[in-house]
């Protein structure tokens, strides 16, 4: 019998579903594709590079940062989950300096990160207004929808 998640034992009939962060969604998909990126960079390094860096230095340090990225997604909705995205942001620019064209996908990756981010939260906090004023007509009209 598979284990239940605490979402799955608290929930009862007629409870509304709890609305997902547009922001985390955003922000997952943007480290998501990040993290691909940095694999496959970290091949072109190693068939590139592998003169000038030890082979095993390349790929722990690639795969590590992917993997890193990969665990960002499922601390996004924590307080500090935002923060280690910049820093990951921050990271994936630096590594232009082993590879200078991930100067410009860094930046270019880092400009989707902030629109990422910007656009959620603007999108999230409409969402939270409208549920509000739904809520808010619900309760002075009556719960019921209007008779056809």
């Known amino acids: 019998m598979a284990k239940l998640t605490k979402a799955q034992r608290e929930w009862r009939p007629g409870m509304p579903k709890k609305r997902r962060s547009t922001k985390v969604m955003f922000a997952s998909t943007v480290l998501l594709l990040e993290a691909f990126v940095v694999f496959f960079a970290t091949l072109a390094v190693f068939g590139l590079r592998r003169g000038e860096f030890p082979p095993a230095l390349i790929l722990g340090v690639g795969i590590a940062l992917s993997l890193v ?21 921050i990271v994936l620019i630096l590594t232009g300096i082993v590879e200078p064209m991930m100067f410009l996908v860094g930046a270019l990756f880092g400009l989707a990160w902030w629109y990422g981010i910007r656009t959620g939260i603007r999108i999230d906090s409409e969402s939270a207004k409208r549920e509000r004023e739904q809520a808010e007509w619900d309760a002075a009209h009556g719960d019921t929808p209007p008779a056809s």
């Open 69 to 89: 990225m990969v665990f960002a997604c499922a601390v996004l909705s924590k307080p500090w989950g935002v923060a280690l995205g910049w820093i990951l942001q």
